[in-house]
């Protein structure tokens, strides 16, 4: 394949349009220049010139033109090929009326644009009386002309229009050019057609650059005229490149223009505009050269494609630890009616992408509800995090949920963290006991909901996100409002879709298939099978049990019970009493759920399970049935009362 580079080689390629007389001085010197050039030479001016000057752009045949006079500054404004043109010096006029003195004493001279000073001064020298004259179109060349026969001029001095004009007039004509300025001509437009030929090289570099680029990109001259376009931009704009090249960018919707960027040269990125019926995010920026700005470049790129891209980058980094929901509504025991109520609910809330708020006791499988409602929405392959806001103290969950920029706080990681909230992206965000969250951080997650976007710690730009949230309390929240410790306006944004997941003792149909699933599957997990007749006999001490810990003391119980089956310490139905030394709750007096039950009674309990732990916090809340973050609260909350 031929670079653009290897087409620069060659000889440059010239094409001459002047009328004859030029012409033909121009044909004495073509054989001078050998291999360095390729010469065509046109006897044509003006509209004619133009014609066939436009048809060699098009094929791309010729590097250069050479002209001169007038009909080369009409074709210079009309061809983007460069044109040379052929200077008349005061040294070709003095030659010329060398020429004329030989015919006559009487000489005029017709000058393109403007007379000759220098000439009215030498006049005396050559003893020759000289009429000059300015012209500036044919017409005016062939009025002076005729104006000069009548004055009885027999010779004038001209460029080739003067020169076909004098002769129709009957005149003596000499050509005002000397080879030497033809030579000086030919010479210009070589130096124009290499420079040229690079540049032709250099922008179809370029413009392969562009097509190869994805996006809309487009490039202005400093006078905000489009200079080079990729297909994409032509099919913003809705034009071919033809048509759209050298148009004013102002034509064309203000979102796009460069004008701010022309005149202040300061960059600005990521702003989305809507143009072509499409969202882009647009960036301008300024060409300089030699630190004078030359020109701006516009790039557009489609906001959907990003938006994709963004999607398919952060899936990728999930896939290396992604969160993800393990429950679903399959994993969700009981036939009560009114967990059956629950599930028909959640399935419903499941459907939509809303946000749902989830309100129950402590472990009634809140976050069960959470993950099922995710694995069964449209998110479901996407992640599921789980924070609970009563674990953390408030600036530790601020960074968590929405990040840190490098150097936020001492102490903060290098490269900075990015929160729950965007690693839930495109997935659904579970905020546990979201009553307990301190009142400035809710005022940011309100904010965080109502934009969809959040800003890092020590951020500045805002990182849009795209998260469902499902919420959840153990606590009315209605309650903290009027307490001020939950403000209403979050509550409102959060309490869309309500969930109650009701208290096991509320449900105890549910006890029968809940307690038989746990201690199955942990007794298979410990080799061991469910001994159908010790179940039969348990059964009614499990269903009599008021659960203050729900599903999750169960739970647990049940893998305390699995323990001392599988290890044939409890054998029959006789080794009730056996069980009953390791699981009094269930042979005693139900424990008082802490809310409802005396703070004394329950502080003593918490005491008691702590001394036989020796303080651990882990084993404390599995033997309460509660869970860590529970045992966590009520530590709180009986130190308050105790304040
Ligand atoms: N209906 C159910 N079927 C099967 N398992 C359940 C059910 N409900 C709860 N569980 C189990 O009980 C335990 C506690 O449930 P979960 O953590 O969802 O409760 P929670 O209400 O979110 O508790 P907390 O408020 O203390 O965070 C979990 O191990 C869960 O799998």
Same mark, same amino acid.
Not at 19 to 32: G, K, Q
Not at 137 to 155: D, I, K, N
Not at 616 to 627: C, D, F, H, K, V
């Given at each position: 394949?031929?670079?653009?580079?290897?087409?620069?080689?060659?000889?440059?390629r010239?094409?001459f349009l002047s009328?004859?007389?030029?012409?033909?001085?121009?044909?004495?010197?073509?054989e001078?220049?050998?291999?360095?050039?390729q010469?065509?030479?046109?006897?044509e001016?003006f509209?004619?010139?133009?014609?066939?000057?436009?048809?060699?752009?098009r094929?791309?045949?010729?590097?250069?033109?050479?002209s001169?006079g007038?009909?080369a500054?009409?074709?210079?404004g009309?061809?983007s090929?460069?044109?040379?043109?052929?200077?008349?010096?005061?040294y070709d006029?003095?030659l010329?009326?060398?020429?004329?003195?030989?015919?006559?004493?009487?000489?005029?001279?017709?000058?393109?644009?403007?007379t000759v000073?220098e000439?009215?001064q030498v006049?005396?020298?050559?003893?020759?009386?000289?009429?000059q004259?300015a012209?500036r179109t044919?017409?005016?060349?062939?009025e002076?002309v005729?104006?000069?026969?009548?004055h009885?001029?027999?010779?004038v001095i001209?460029?080739?229009?003067v020169c076909?004009?004098?002769?129709?007039e009957g005149?003596t004509?000499?050509?005002?050019?000397?080879?030497s300025?033809?030579?000086?001509g030919i010479?210009?437009?070589l130096?124009?057609?290499?420079?040229?030929r690079?540049e032709?090289?250099r922008?179809?570099?370029?413009d392969?650059?562009?097509?190869?680029?994805?996006?809309a990109?487009?490039?202005?001259?400093?006078?905000?005229?489009?200079?080079?376009?990729?297909?994409?931009m032509?099919?913003?704009?809705?034009?071919?490149?033809?048509e759209?090249?050298?148009?004013?960018?102002d034509?064309?919707?203000a979102e796009?223009s460069l004008?701010?960027?022309l005149e202040s040269g300061?960059p600005?990125r990521?702003?989305?505009?809507r143009?072509?019926?499409r969202?882009?995010?647009r960036?301008r920026?300024a060409?300089?050269?030699?630190?004078?700005?030359?020109g701006a470049v516009?790039t557009?790129?489609d906001?959907?494609?990003?938006?994709?891209?963004?999607t398919?980058?952060r899936?990728?980094k999930?896939?290396?630890?992604?969160?993800?929901?393990r429950?679903?509504f399959?994993? =969700?025991k @009981?036939?009560? $009616?009114?967990l059956?109520?629950? +599930?028909?609910? !959640?399935r419903?809330f499941?459907?939509? &992408?809303?946000?749902?708020?989830?309100?129950g006791e402590s472990g009634t499988?809140k976050?069960?509800?959470a993950?099922?409602?995710?694995?069964?929405s449209?998110?479901?392959?996407?992640?599921?995090?789980a924070?609970n806001?009563?674990?953390?103290?408030?600036?530790?969950?601020?960074?968590?949920?929405?990040?840190y920029?490098?150097?936020?706080?001492?102490?903060?990681?290098r490269?900075?963290?990015p929160?729950l909230?965007e690693a839930a992206?495109?997935?659904?965000?579970?905020?546990?006991e979201?009553g307990d969250?301190?009142?400035?951080?809710?005022?940011?997650?309100?904010?965080?909901l109502?934009?969809?976007e959040i800003?890092? =710690?020590? @951020?500045v730009g $805002?990182?849009?996100?795209d998260? +469902?949230?499902i !919420?959840?309390?153990?606590?009315?929240? &209605?309650?903290?409002?009027?307490?001020r410790r939950?403000r209403s306006d979050?509550?409102?944004?959060?309490n869309i879709?309500?969930l109650q997941?009701?208290?096991?003792?509320?449900?105890?149909?549910?006890?029968?298939?809940?307690?038989s699933?746990?201690?199955?599957r942990?007794l298979r997990?410990?080799?061991s099978?469910?001994?159908?007749?010790?179940?039969?006999a348990l059964?009614p001490r499990l269903?009599?049990?008021r659960w203050p810990g729900?599903?999750?003391e169960?739970?647990?119980?049940?893998?305390r019970?699995?323990?001392?089956?599988a290890?044939?310490?409890a054998?029959?139905?006789?080794s009730?009493?056996y069980?009953?030394?390791?699981?009094?709750e269930?042979f005693?007096?139900p424990?008082?759920p802490?809310? !409802?039950?005396?703070?004394?009674?329950?502080?003593e309990r918490?005491?008691?399970?702590?001394?036989?732990?020796?303080?651990?916090r882990?084993?404390t809340a599995?033997r309460?049935?509660?869970?860590?973050?529970?045992l966590?609260?009520?530590?709180?909350?009986?130190?308050?009362?105790?304040?």
């Amino acid at each position: 394949m031929q670079t653009p580079l290897a087409e620069a080689e060659g000889p440059i390629r010239l094409c001459f349009l002047s009328y004859r007389h030029l012409s033909r001085l121009a044909r004495s010197v073509i054989e001078e220049y050998g291999d360095r050039a390729q010469f065509e030479v046109i006897d044509e001016s003006f509209e004619a010139a133009l014609a066939i000057a436009r048809a060699r752009e098009r094929s791309g045949t010729i590097d250069a033109f050479v002209s001169a006079g007038a009909n080369a500054s009409f074709l210079r404004g009309s061809l983007s090929t460069p044109v040379a043109v052929i200077k008349v010096t005061g040294y070709d006029i003095m030659l010329a009326m060398l020429k004329a003195r030989e015919i006559t004493r009487r000489v005029g001279v017709v000058s393109y644009r403007q007379t000759v000073p220098e000439l009215d001064q030498v006049r005396d020298l050559l003893r020759v009386e000289v009429a000059q004259k300015a012209y500036r179109t044919p017409a005016e060349a062939q009025e002076a002309v005729r104006e000069l026969a009548a004055h009885g001029y027999p010779v004038v001095i001209g460029s080739s229009i003067v020169c076909e004009s004098a002769e129709k007039e009957g005149l003596t004509a000499i050509l005002s050019y000397s080879l030497s300025s033809v030579r000086q001509g030919i010479e210009d437009a070589l130096e124009l057609g290499r420079v040229a030929r690079l540049e032709r090289a250099r922008y179809a570099q370029l413009d392969g650059v562009l097509q190869s680029l994805e996006g809309a990109v487009l490039a202005v001259d400093r006078r905000h005229r489009i200079v080079a376009l990729n297909t994409p931009m032509e099919r913003v704009l809705g034009g071919s490149r033809a048509e759209l090249l050298g148009q004013p960018l102002d034509r064309y919707p203000a979102e796009l223009s460069l004008l701010g960027t022309l005149e202040s040269g300061e960059p600005d990125r990521g702003e989305v505009i809507r143009v072509a019926r499409r969202d882009w995010v647009r960036g301008r920026s300024a060409i300089r050269e030699r630190g004078q700005i030359t020109g701006a470049v516009l790039t557009l790129q489609d906001a959907r494609s990003i938006r994709e891209a963004d999607t398919s980058l952060r899936s990728q980094k999930r896939k290396e630890k992604s969160p993800a929901a393990r429950y679903s509504f399959a994993d =969700l025991k @009981g036939s009560s $009616p009114a967990l059956q109520r629950a +599930r028909e609910t !959640a399935r419903r809330f499941a459907a939509t &992408d809303i946000t749902v708020l989830i309100s129950g006791e402590s472990g009634t499988g809140k976050e069960l509800f959470a993950q099922a409602i995710h694995s069964a929405s449209r998110r479901a392959d996407r992640p599921f995090v789980a924070v609970n806001c009563s674990a953390f103290p408030e600036t530790l969950l601020e960074s968590e949920l929405f990040g840190y920029e490098e150097g936020a706080f001492s102490g903060s990681r290098r490269g900075g963290k990015p929160g729950l909230f965007e690693a839930a992206h495109t997935g659904t965000l579970f905020l546990d006991e979201i009553g307990d969250m301190a009142p400035p951080l809710q005022t940011r997650l309100l904010r965080a909901l109502q934009e969809r976007e959040i800003v890092r =710690l020590g @951020g500045v730009g $805002p990182i849009p996100v795209d998260v +469902r949230i499902i !919420a959840a309390t153990h606590q009315p929240l &209605d309650l903290l409002i009027q307490e001020r410790r939950f403000r209403s306006d979050l509550y409102y944004r959060i309490n869309i879709l309500r969930l109650q997941v009701p208290p096991l003792r509320d449900r105890a149909e549910d006890v029968e298939e809940l307690a038989s699933t746990f201690l199955a599957r942990c007794l298979r997990r410990l080799g061991s099978t469910l001994d159908p007749e010790l179940f039969a006999a348990l059964l009614p001490r499990l269903v009599a049990y008021r659960w203050p810990g729900n599903v999750r003391e169960l739970e647990n119980l049940c893998e305390r019970l699995a323990v001392l089956l599988a290890h044939g310490q409890a054998d029959g139905p006789a080794s009730l009493e056996y069980l009953a030394q390791d699981c009094p709750e269930l042979f005693a007096l139900p424990q008082p759920p802490p809310a !409802a039950g005396s703070a004394a009674d329950w502080r003593e309990r918490l005491d008691e399970v702590l001394a036989e732990t020796g303080g651990r916090r882990q084993e404390t809340a599995r033997r309460l049935g509660i869970s860590r973050a529970t045992l966590w609260r009520h530590m709180q909350e009986l130190e308050r009362r105790a304040t």
